[in-house]
């Protein structure tokens, strides 16, 4: 491979990454979002045919330039969502520990 095709495989790679940080961050805005919806089932389904369009019309335009760059971007992908769960991963809650009680 020439540096060009690493560069091009690495701009693959960012914009699979920025493609999944989307589709999460929408995710998780319509997860906090949906207790409060009047219409949840409509309002989630809009809400995942509008993310799945753009992620799709995304891996598409990626595909035009050779499956390697798909598979970059779906690698991209899955980075970008090992990221997400790491960041919004809520903390562990250690048990209470009461000394002062009789056994």
Do not use: H
Not at 7 to 33: D, E, I, K, P, Q
Not at 71 to 93: C, D, E, H
Request: glycine share 10%; hydrophobic share 50%.
């Amino acid at each position: 491979m020439t540096g060009t095709d690493l560069t091009g495989l690495g701009m693959a790679l960012a914009a699979g990454a920025v493609l999944g940080a989307g589709y999460f961050a929408g995710l998780w805005l319509t997860v906090c979002r949906l207790p409060n919806s009047r219409s949840p089932y409509r309002f989630y389904s809009l809400s995942l045919l509008l993310r799945l369009i753009l992620v799709l019309a995304g891996f598409y335009l990626l595909a035009s330039r050779g499956y390697e760059n798909l598979l970059a971007a779906g690698a991209g992908f899955m980075v970008s969502r090992q990221l997400w769960l790491i960041v919004k991963r809520s903390p562990r809650v250690q048990p209470v520990r009461d000394d002062n009680q009789d056994a």
